[in-house]
């Protein structure tokens, strides 16, 4: 089993609609965890970070759920420049060593 | 201020020669990470740095990779006889610290290809 998978997609949704990701992983000592986007052919960034008690930056919303072991990421009213890769990262140990998930695929068509 | 730079951002090269890829951090970040991201694919750990510390090299695929980083700072990512399965977007990424949530800040990358 891979430490950190996704649903690579595509999800292709309408502009305005709501769509949910989620990501499993398979080591429960995992301590940290975020979402990423990465636009195409250009590096990754950081989306937001994902905290135990779940967290919102605008239309973005992160959950981690420990005893299932997945994170999720929701994304409400989507526009088109939302359209992009979004990577799951998990931080295992008491280093900064992380593990990216393949990501997965959204379009957002007009 | 400055993000991380990488170079060459495209290299192209034939099968067997050696190849040497750069990164040069953001000023200050301890940390530094190499990636690789084939067509499709998710992004491959290859080595970490964290400060004066010995290296984690666990992600190198074969003896043929091989990284140093030099004065805390600027890092070089070699491969030796290179082949074709090599072929990738190599990826430099930087953090302020260890521990904690740290964000990584990636680099343009470096788009090799091996003929």
């Known amino acids: 089993r891979k430490e950190v998978e996704q649903d690579p997609g595509p999800f292709n949704v309408p502009e305005g609609a709501t769509v949910a990701f989620n990501c499993t992983y398979s080591n429960s000592a995992s301590q940290s965890f975020f979402w990423y986007r990465q636009d195409c052919r250009k590096e990754p960034k950081l989306l937001m970070s994902v905290y135990s008690s779940g967290n919102e930056d605008g239309r973005f919303t992160a959950q981690l759920n420990r005893a299932s072991q997945y994170i999720s990421l929701l994304i409400r009213d989507s526009k088109l420049s939302d359209s992009a890769t979004y990577l799951c990262v998990v931080r295992s140990g008491g280093y900064q060593k992380v593990t990216f998930g393949i990501g997965t695929k959204l379009q957002v068509i007009p | ?115």
């Open chain 2, 1 to 115: 201020g400055a993000g991380v730079s990488q170079s060459p951002s495209n290299k192209v090269t034939e099968k067997g020669k050696d190849v040497e890829l750069r990164c040069d951090p953001i000023s200050g970040h301890t940390a530094l990470y190499w990636y690789r991201q084939s067509l499709g694919q998710g992004l491959e750990f290859l080595i970490y740095f964290q400060g004066n510390s010995a290296p984690d090299k666990s992600g190198l695929p074969s003896d043929r990779f091989s990284a140093e980083r030099t004065g805390g700072s600027v890092s070089t990512l070699t491969i030796q006889r290179t082949q074709q399965e090599d072929s990738a977007v190599y990826l430099c990424a930087s953090s302020l610290r260890d521990g904690g949530i740290n964000e990584q800040f990636f680099g343009p990358g470096t788009r090799l290809t091996v003929l």
